[in-house]
Nanobody
Framework: VQLQASGGGLVQAGGSLRLSCAASTRRFSNNAMGWFRQAPGKEREFVAGISWNGGNTNYADSVKGRFTISRDNIKNTVYLQMNSLNPEDTAVYYC?????????????????WGQGTQVTVSS
């Protein structure tokens, strides 16, 4: 699965962004999807995940209540709506396709990765 992430940019604290990740194959609908992020000098960390049919989602504690992951299996696209952004959310955001139908928080469960999109939140 090839993944293309987009939607990043520069936003002020308290603002919102919506990231999109388009998949190249219809097999996309068989796999859980996830968003991860990596800030400078830090490990890549899990942000949000969604099951193959959108019925189950999970979030990192740091983004619960602010971020929402969703997917459209007709458009082969997964989204990450990010609200109430703060400078600590600044990172490169990556979408990834899981090897499984249900999401996990482990990078090892994700076999395909997009190229990343930069999100910068100014204070």
């Amino acid at each position: 699965v090839q993944l293309q992430a987009s939607g990043g940019g520069l936003v002020q604290a308290g603002g919102s962004l919506r990231l999109s990740c388009a998949a190249s194959t219809r097999r996309f609908s068989n796999n859980a999807m996830g968003w991860f992020r990596q800030a400078p000098g830090k490990e890549r960390e899990f942000v949000a995940g969604i099951s193959w049919n959108g019925g189950n989602t999970n979030y990192a504690d740091s983004v619960k209540g602010r971020f929402t992951i969703s997917r459209d299996n007709i458009k082969n696209t997964v989204y990450l709506q990010m609200n109430s952004l703060n400078p600590e959310d600044t990172a490169v955001y990556y979408c990834a396709a899981s090897r499984w139908a249900v999401p996990s928080t482990s990078r090892r469960d994700f076999g395909s990765w997009g190229q990343g999109t930069q999100v910068t939140v100014s204070s």
